[in-house]
C-alpha cells in the first residue's frame, strides 16, 4: 500500500455514517461501509485483476455495442439502499433506463447485474452476506467466478425474491438475462484456456 493510501485509511474515524463514507471514499480507495464500520480490501493477485479486465472488456464492448447500459469495474462503490451496506463489487452493469441511480461518487440502488472474483479471502464473504445483501437490495444476477477452484456459479433472482441457481448449457455456455443476449464461454474465465481479448471478441460477433 502506497504511503499516501496508509494515511487515508489512518485518519479513518472509529464508525461514520453512509453519507460520510461516500464522502471519505474516493476512486482510489478499496474499502465497504458495513454496519456503520469501514471494510478495507485486500488487494489482491495478478490471475484476479486479469480476469477481471478480460470480463469488464467483453461485458462493456458487448453492451455499448448493442446500447443496454453500462458497465463499470471496481474501485466505484454500490449503496444498496438505505438499510443495506455499501459495496464494491468487481463489475456491475446497470441498464440506459436506470442510468439515473448513477452519482458522480457511487451508484445509489442495486445494478442489474454484479459479478465478483471470488479468492480465498473473499470468499465466505462473496458467498455469504455480500449473496444475502445483493438478493434482499434485488440484483437480478449475480456471477460469482473463481479462478482457484474454476468453479463459475450464476444465479437470478425470482418472483419470490430468491436466487436460483442458473447453470450453463450442456455446451458450456451462460446465457445471461440481465445483459440480453450476452453470452459467456465457461472455458474462457480460466487462465490456461483463455482466448486473446480480440479472439473473444470476434466469437461475440462485436469486431
Known amino acids: 500500500m502506497r504511503e499516501e493510501e496508509e494515511k487515508h485509511y489512518e485518519a479513518l474515524p472509529p464508525s461514520m455514517s453512509a453519507e460520510e463514507f461516500l464522502s471519505w471514499c474516493d476512486t482510489t480507495a478499496w474499502a465497504e461501509w458495513v454496519d456503520g464500520q ?15 479486465d478480460f470480463l469488464m472488456a467483453l461485458v462493456r464492448i458487448f453492451v455499448e455495442q448493442h446500447e443496454l447500459g453500462i458497465a463499470v469495474s471496481a474501485p466505484f462503490p454500490i449503496w444498496l439502499g438505505q438499510e443495506l451496506s455499501i459495496r464494491m463489487p468487481d463489475l456491475f452493469f446497470l441498464t440506459r433506463e436506470r442510468r439515473e441511480q448513477l452519482r458522480e461518487t457511487h451508484l445509489e440502488g442495486p445494478p442489474d447485474m454484479i459479478v465478483e472474483i471470488v479468492s480465498p479471502e473473499s470468499g465466505p464473504r462473496d458467498r455469504g452476506e455480500k449473496f444475502y445483501e445483493y438478493e434482499e437490495a434485488g440484483v437480478y444476477e449475480y456471477w460469482l467466478i473463481d479462478p482457484t477452484r474454476h468453479q463459475a456459479e450464476f444465479y437470478r433472482l ?6 436460483q441457481w442458473v447453470f450453463p448449457d450442456a455446451m458450456g455456455v451462460f446465457r ?9 464461454k465457461i472455458e474462457w474465465l480460466w487462465q490456461e484456456s483463455r482466448p486473446t481479448l480480440v479472439t473473444a471478441l470476434r466469437e461475440l460477433k462485436l469486431i
Open 158 to 163: 425470482q418472483d419470490n425474491g430468491y436466487y
Open 38 to 52: 469501514v471494510v478495507t480490501l485486500p488487494r489482491e493477485p495478478w490471475l484476479y485483476h486479469e480476469l477481471r
Open 176 to 184: 445471461s438475462e440481465a445483459v440480453p443476449d450476452f453470452t459467456l
